[in-house]
């Protein structure tokens, strides 16, 4: 079982439609959680950041995360074809001497 | 400017030849990252450092060197190059001391020829 893992689509919707990225990890000690963004050939560059159970929002994103089960959730409202990239859920364990452990990613397509 | 530079952004090189790649940041944070990313296979961490005496292996860090020169430089070091080395590299930063986020390069996308 990976650490860390993602579907790795691509998740076509349409404009303006929800998108919704799901996470699941296998380290119970998991204590921080990212969701980067990542546009072909570029850099990973961080979304949201969620370290207790429940949602935080900020703007058109929101993220969930349920430690009881293990997983953590993105969803983009109103998306646009410009969210389409490539979407990377990232956890970091003290188990692990704090080291961040990514998914493959998962990409998403936002049809016009 | 930048927080976090790569230098080359991109280079293309034989099998066997050496070649470093070089990170430096200005965001003051004392951990820093180096990662390869194959297309399909995430990101891939291949060595770190939580400060500059710190210095630790990753999960594929076989075939690579780093040296921490400073605390605003990390380099990362292909003795001799192979071609499955082809990759896109990224340098990374983080506060640590709980703060995890970590801030990326721009890239050097390697090709060993």
């Known amino acids: 079982q990976k650490e860390v893992e993602q579907n790795s689509g691509p998740l076509s919707v349409p404009e303006g439609a929800i998108a919704s990225l799901n996470c699941t990890y296998s380290d119970r000690g998991s204590q921080s959680f990212f969701w980067y963004r990542q546009y072909s050939g570029k850099s990973p560059e961080l979304i949201m950041s969620?370290?207790?159970?429940g949602d935080k929002e900020d703007g058109r994103f929101t993220a969930q995360l349920n430690k009881a089960s293990q997983y953590v959730s993105l969803l983009i409202r109103d998306s646009q074809p410009s969210d389409s990239a490539t979407y990377l859920c990232a956890v970091t364990s003290y188990n692990q001497g704090g080291k961040l452990i990514f998914g493959q990613g998962t990409e998403l397509s936002v049809k016009p | 400017d930048a927080d976090v530079t790569q230098t080359p952004r991109n280079r293309i090189t034989k099998t066997g030849k050496r070649i470093m790649l070089e990170c430096s940041q200005t965001k003051g944070h004392d951990r820093m990252y180096w990662y390869r990313q194959d297309p399909g296979l995430g990101l891939q961490l291949i060595y770190y450092?939580?400060?500059?005496?710190?210095?630790n292996k990753g999960e594929i860090s076989d075939g690579y060197s780093v040296s921490r020169q400073a605390q605003a430089k990390f380099s990362l070091s292909l003795e001799s190059a192979i071609p499955n080395q082809t990759a896109l590299y990224f340098c990374a930063t983080s506060v640590g001391q709980g703060l995890d986020t970590q801030y990326f390069g721009p890239g050097t996308r390697l090709t060993v020829l």
């Open positions: 969620i370290y207790s159970n």
């Open positions: 450092s939580f400060d500059v005496k710190d210095i």
